[in-house]
T-cell receptor, first 115, second 118 residues
Framework: AQKITQTQPGMFVQEKEAVTLDCTYD???????LFWYKQPSSGEMIFLIY??????QNATEGRYSLNFQKARKSANLVISASQLGDSAMYFC????????????FGKGTTLSVSS | EAGVAQSPRYKIIEKRQSVAFWCNPI?????LYWYQQILGQGPKLLIQ????????DSQLPKDRFSAERLKGVDSTLKIQPAKLEDSAVYLC????????????????FGNGTRLTVT
């Protein structure tokens, strides 16, 4: 079974609009971390935001926020006021357990921002 | 702080040849990872090191891939012999992983090595 599911292969949004990228996860471990990464066409993997399984508040980092719904096992990324530079591939990923397994990635969502 | 360094940036080889990639993690990061990313897919873990030791190499094709981490710092990943399906980007990453809750430590990635096997 897939541990990280991203069901949107591609998303399109206009500049200055908000966009939500979906992510659901599957784990039986009570301790886990959820991460979002951005991968522009240049190829580097850029860490955006983190949410821990015990965190009570949704994480925010500038224009990025994470809509964490633990009971539904979802961790959607919200990008507010989209910019042309936000066009990239976005990956949701998870680390499990106190010892910290490696990141398990979803298949990614390609975001295209138009003017 | 300096990021994760990888070299080379690009490599083109013929099938059945060998190739090696090098990675220098962020200073002080205990854990080092090698991922394979095939075009259009998410990265897949090949091997995870904690200091000198291997934590997880369950997805490493050990008949052709090998990796080592020298003195708990730099690492090399080797493919011998290469196959066409090894064409991918090879990403090295590191994480701090100190304390009892390593799951909250993000991975920091290098720029990757794009391998083309012809």
């Amino acid at each position: 079974a897939q541990k990280i599911t991203q069901t949107q292969p591609g998303m399109f949004v206009q500049e200055k609009e908000a966009v939500t990228l979906d992510c659901t996860y599957d784990t039986s471990d009570p301790s886990y971390g959820l991460f979002w990464y951005k991968q522009p066409s240049s190829g580097e993997m850029i860490f955006l935001i983190y949410q821990g399984s015990y965190d009570q508040q949704n994480a925010t980092e500038g224009r990025y926020s994470l809509n964490f719904q633990k009971a539904r096992k979802s961790a959607n990324l919200v990008i507010s006021a989209s910019q042309l530079g936000d066009s990239a591939m976005y990956f949701c990923a998870m680390r499990e357990g106190q010892a910290g397994t490696a990141l398990i990635f979803g298949k990614g969502t390609t975001l295209s921002v138009s003017s | 702080e300096a990021g994760v360094a990888q070299s080379p940036r690009y490599k083109i080889i013929e099938k059945r040849q060998s190739v090696a990639f090098w990675c220098n993690p962020i200073s002080g990061h205990a854990t080092l990872y090698w991922y394979q990313q095939i075009l259009g897919q998410g990265p897949k873990l090949l091997i995870q090191f904690q200091n000198n030791g291997v934590v997880d190499d369950s997805q490493l094709p050990k008949d052709r891939f090998s990796a080592e981490r020298l003195k708990g710092v730099d690492s090399t990943l080797k493919i011998q012999p290469a196959k066409l399906e090894d064409s991918a980007v090879y990403l090295c990453a590191s994480s701090l992983d100190r304390g009892i809750s390593s799951y909250n430590s993000p991975l920091h990635f290098g720029n990757g090595t794009r391998l083309t096997v012809t």
